[in-house]
């Protein structure tokens, strides 16, 4: 076990809504980053927060968005859902030692 | 911008058998981290073994040993002894060392099967 826990572990949406997803990091890691994975792909960068500040983004749209909070836990809020936004969501908490602790992801279906 | 390459969609190994991995990257940085991850059907990313550009020795971590080839930018997985647990889908990643926290940059995985 890495200590990272996400919620839900599944959902489903609707196109065109809205999705928050959660994350809680190990104690004292305060680097999270989100990754997206779709079927039969390897993860894809979406963004990574430092001490609730947004410190890096992938090619993903503004619709993607994040938080951090004090507390070592962190959410990744998609607006506007799209099909193709169909996939396991992960996050990855660091505390400094250059290696990333994923947490079991989130399972999202966009109908 | 950095890649990651596995050319193996699937592999597959006889228990207690030696089984390698294949990942390539492309990279103009000379300090970096190439790391090897499995994902079981749990989903959750597991690492398995993780080596410093830098180090010329090529990590190991019991079963687990990796070929680091920094010319060819080339890193293979060897699992020796392979075990029924070790079935699930093996990533290899890239991290850029310069710019602090970076991302991860995963190739498209290779899928183990371990038959018994």
């Known amino acids: 076990e890495t200590g990272v826990t996400q919620s839900p572990t599944h959902l489903i949406k609707t196109r065109g809504q809205q999705v928050t997803l959660r994350c809680s990091s190990q104690?004292?890691?305060?680097?999270v980053s989100w990754y997206q994975q779709a079927l039969g792909q390897g993860p894809q960068f979406i963004f990574q927060y430092y001490r609730e500040e947004e410190n890096g983004r992938g090619n993903f749209p503004p619709r993607f968005s994040g938080l951090q909070f004090p507390n070592y836990s962190s959410e990744l809020n998609v607006n506007a859902l799209e099909l193709d936004d169909s996939a396991l969501y992960l996050c990855?908490?660091?505390?400094?030692?250059?290696?990333?602790?994923f947490g079991p992801g989130t399972r999202l279906t966009v109908t | 911008a950095q890649t990651v390459t596995q050319s193996q969609p699937e592999m597959s190994v006889q228990e207690a058998e030696t089984v390698t991995l294949s990942c390539t990257y492309d990279t103009s940085e000379s300090d970096y981290y190439l790391f090897w991850y499995k994902q079981p059907p749990s989903r959750q990313m597991i690492l398995v073994i993780r080596q410093e550009a830098y180090k010329q020795q090529n990590a190991t971590e019991n079963r687990f040993s990796v070929n680091f080839q920094k010319a060819a930018k080339s890193f293979s997985l060897k699992i020796s002894d392979s075990q029924l647990g070790d079935a699930a889908m093996y990533f290899c990643?890239?991290?850029?060392?310069?710019?602090?926290?970076?991302?991860?940059?995963f190739g498209k995985g290779t899928r183990l099967s371990v038959i018994a």
């Open positions: 990855a908490s660091e505390g400094g030692s250059n290696e990333q602790y």
């Open positions: 104690s004292g890691h305060n680097t």
């Open positions: 990643a890239y991290r850029r060392i310069r710019g602090g926290n970076t991302p991860l940059v």
